[in-house]
């Protein structure tokens, strides 16, 4: 199963929106794998994705891709890789 990333950030409750997600990855601060992502990328089991909010970096590993899930079971859907971390001292 395919999902675009903006949607994968929101059903997994890692960005609140949508807009909010698209408008995060405009801006440069998403990756996928490494790479500068785009809102309409496509996310798959096993991608890397990183995060940038602000001073934090958030990494974490997409375990599942599912349209429809319930608040209860998003956090099913990846695995966190680390703490936020500062970047500046």
Do not use: W
């Not at 785009?38 to 958030?58: E, L, P, Q, S, W």
């Not at 966190?80 to 500062?86: C, M, Q």
């Amino acid at each position: 199963m395919r999902m675009r990333l903006d949607v994968f950030l929101k059903q997994s409750r890692l960005i609140k929106r949508r807009t909010i997600a698209k408008a995060m990855c405009d801006e440069g601060r998403v990756t996928v794998n490494g790479q500068q992502a785009k809102a309409g990328d496509t996310v798959h089991v096993g991608d890397m994705i990183g995060i940038r909010f602000g001073d934090r970096t958030m990494a974490v590993r997409v375990l599942k891709v599912e349209q429809v899930i319930g608040k209860q079971g998003a956090d099913a859907l990846y695995e966190r890789l680390d703490e936020p971390l500062k970047d500046s001292p």
